[in-house]
């Protein structure tokens, strides 16, 4: 399966109406909770606190590299110590900027993540 396949969650909506707020919120609390919040945002401006943030093309497609194998290992020895949070701004954008995103493959799991 594609990473885009993976996805639980997205927030649509028009510029300016509350996305990236709303992401920062979210992010706020899971960190708080203790999980790890990534972000891969090539604009730099959803401004997330605590959050590793990836803004180049290169940066992002390593940072999806081990979030996939982290992914994998626990697929394969049950779940992570660490909840996992990945924000991606303009996904579209990040499509097209990084072409691996859309080559990423991950197998069908036998257990949730």
């Known amino acids: 399966m594609c990473i885009r396949d993976r996805l639980s969650v997205a927030i649509v909506g028009r510029p300016g109406s509350g996305k990236t707020n709303l992401l920062r919120v979210i992010a706020e609390q899971a960190t708080m909770a203790g999980v790890a919040v990534y972000a891969w945002d090539m604009h730099d401006s959803m401004g997330v606190a605590h959050a590793e943030t990836y803004t180049e093309p290169r940066e992002i497609a390593a940072s999806a590299a081990r979030i996939i194998a982290e992914l994998e290992a626990r697929r394969r020895n049950?779940?992570?110590?660490?909840?996992?949070?990945?924000?991606?701004?303009?996904?579209?954008?990040?499509?097209?900027?990084?072409?691996?995103l859309s080559l990423i493959h991950i197998s069908e799991p036998t257990r949730p993540y």
């Open 78 to 100: 049950g779940r992570g110590r660490t909840p996992v949070l990945l924000m991606a701004d303009e996904l579209p954008l990040l499509s097209a900027a990084v072409p691996e």
